[in-house]
């Protein structure tokens, strides 16, 4: 059974920083890898980490920029990583694996929005392949640096535009790219659920976050005329009411892989540095989830299906 979707009273919220949620923690000798942690909500997530103390490894596709966006701060390290190839997962995974290092926080917050229509490897749709299978497969490659790991799957209210398509899970019929977004985020917040049910006899557990509105370099691939439309941004270019600075965004990962409040909660799917409550409308911008993306037997049926489709489950 799943994690009950209901507030704990975090005494944080929706404009609480990653600086603020870690204030007063000493991460002396905590090991925490973040994908995507030189850009946008990550790089936030990697700041407020190495200014608690900890050491931070960031995979990088593009390592060079990554290097240069974490020159100044100190305790990380960039290593190279497609989450798109598996071969590549697996390079990195054997790298990390060599240096015997344990790893106590895994933030998976690596991902692309509206691709146009893309094929991966042996022909997977490219959102869920990067946002979803690349991190399943991290995850399992690097099993035996996780006893007692927190996972933190970052998901999205996105989640709202798209169960599952257990018929066509690759768009193989016509494509849409919010869609196949939405169909990825339902699958980050799936992997939280399954992966706490097998690895909690372990001390792993895992969650999902909303992060909430935010402008990062994710949106990079949509027109500043749709951001308008869709009432992202204001026609001077601004954030529009309700959206969240990139520091506050990345505050409720930091939250998830670090408040001692959510022991006993593992799988629960988090917003606003709380547990976020069941979704009563349809409007992202107040967000809550979707029962879809909670659902116990559709987490174990995506696990199955991904588990296939990459060979891999070092969980079972």
């Known amino acids: 059974m799943t994690a009950k979707q209901r507030k704990l009273g975090s005494g944080f919220g929706a404009e609480s920083t990653a600086a603020e949620v870690l204030a007063g923690l000493d991460l ?5 890898l973040i994908t995507g942690g030189y ?4 790089l936030e997530a990697t700041r407020a980490f190495a200014a608690a103390g900890a050491h931070v490894v960031v995979p ?7 290097a240069e966006a974490l020159r100044a701060i100190p305790r990380t390290e960039t290593w190279e990583l497609d989450l798109s190839d598996l071969e ?3 390079v990195f995974a054997d790298r990390f694996l060599e240096t015997r290092r344990s790893l106590d926080i895994l933030i998976a917050g690596a991902g692309v929005m509206a691709y146009p229509h893309r094929s991966v490897g042996p022909g997977w749709e490219a959102h869920l392949a990067i946002n979803h299978l690349g991190h399943f497969a991290l995850v399992n490659r690097l099993r035996p640096a996780l006893d007692g790991a927190r996972v933190v799957s970052v998901a999205s209210s996105g989640h709202f535009l798209s169960d599952i398509r257990w018929h066509d ?3 193989t019929e016509e494509y849409d790219h919010w869609r196949a977004y939405g169909q990825s985020k339902t699958a980050n917040a799936l992997f939280a659920v399954h992966l706490d049910a097998l690895g909690a006899d372990h001390g792993i557990h895992a969650f999902a976050v909303h992060p909430g509105s935010i402008l990062t370099p994710l949106q990079r691939r949509i027109p500043r005329a749709q951001q308008v439309a869709q009432g992202w941004i204001t026609e001077d270019g601004r954030p529009a009411p309700g959206f969240k600075t990139p520091a506050q965004g ?13 022991d006993g909660h593992g799988g629960a799917y988090c917003q606003d540095c709380d547990i976020a409550d069941p979704a ?7 967000g809550g989830v979707k029962p879809w993306a909670t659902d116990p037997a559709s987490a174990a049926r ?5 588990a296939t489709l990459t060979t891999l489950n070092a969980f079972s």
């Open 250 to 262: 990345a505050a409720t990962a930091v939250w998830a892989a670090t408040s001692p409040l959510l």
């Open 280 to 286: 009563t409308t349809d409007d992202m911008l107040i």
């Open 302 to 306: 995506l696990w199955h299906l991904s």
């Open 39 to 42: 850009s946008g909500l990550g």
């Open 28 to 32: 002396s000798g905590t090991n925490v």
């Open 88 to 90: 590549s997962v697996r």
């Open 60 to 66: 990088a596709r593009r390592p060079a920029v990554a």
């Open 169 to 171: 899970p690759h768009f």
